[in-house]
């Protein structure tokens, strides 16, 4: 699926850059350093389940806290486009900036920081598999992903050479909101950095975007293997965003 046009991709890094001008949401100011990559997501779906946080805590290393809303930890699985992949300072690369993704992640806080930590991100570009792995230390993979539309609905499947699947329909299903502070929409989307881990020490990667233009979501999951524990049956909490720019700092100690 390519929804939008190449004029659209290579304003991404204007879009991307100005993401910078809107700081005030952040939780902690935007580094003294300069970011390195741009980055723009499209037809993000956010899925949520509740999981008890003692089986995410045997799951996440140590150092890095689990964190609980509403009384639960949560796990969540993002299925979205990536388009606009640049390296700062220059255009999108044509074939290379833009490829399917799907992410598995918790959410975890140390020092200070809540952030994100992945189980696992697929791609259906070897060459982000790669890079990713080499410079953010983060469990990629490569997958087969197909997106198609069908109207206003999005069909999104995923399947990777070790049996992990995942399959859904979705689309926004409501008007445009920002999370409220303090609420559990803000605690799943507004993370500002995200966790790896290298050699048995904790690294950290900044991020900056602006407050996430949310909807409410109509979402069928039919196959879902990719977390790494069981998810509980019955619906999960579901919300769609249609763009996010991005730019991201290098990976630091954390």
């Known amino acids: 699926m390519n929804s939008r046009s190449f004029k659209d991709i290579f304003d991404a890094p204007v879009r991307q850059a100005s993401t910078l001008e809107e700081v005030e949401h952040r939780p902690w100011p935007v580094p003294d350093r300069s970011w390195v990559m741009g980055q723009t997501w499209d037809d993000l779906l956010f899925i949520h389940y509740r ?36 390296a700062r300072g220059l255009l999108p690369l044509p074939f290379a900036s833009s490829f399917r ?14 952030g994100i930590w992945f189980f696992s991100l697929d791609a259906s570009s070897q060459l982000a598999v790669e890079a990713a792995r080499r410079l953010y230390r983060l469990p990629y993979f490569r997958a087969d992903i197909v997106v198609r539309r069908r109207g206003t609905e999005i069909l999104y499947d995923c399947s990777r050479d070790d049996g992990k699947a995942f399959s859904a329909a979705y689309r926004p299903d409501g008007d445009v909101f920002n999370a409220e502070p303090g609420s559990l929409e803000q605690f799943l989307t507004e993370r500002y950095c995200l966790y790896a881990e290298h050699r048995g020490k904790l690294c950290r ?10 909807q409410p979501a109509d979402a069928h999951v039919d196959l879902n293997t990719m977390p790494p524990l069981k998810v509980p049956d019955g619906d999960p909490l579901v919300h769609y965003s249609a ?12």
């Open 101 to 114: 993704e799907l992410n598995v992640r918790t959410y975890v806080t140390r020092d200070g920081k809540p």
């Open 205 to 214: 990667a900044e991020i900056h975007h602006r407050p996430w233009p949310l």
């Open 51 to 86: 999981i008890p946080v003692e089986q995410l805590r045997a799951l996440v290393p140590e150092g890095l806290e689990v964190e609980q809303h509403a009384g639960s930890g949560w796990l969540g699985v993002t299925p979205f486009v990536v388009t606009g992949l640049r």
């Open 243 to 254: 763009r996010q720019d991005v730019v991201i700092w290098p990976l630091t100690a954390a």
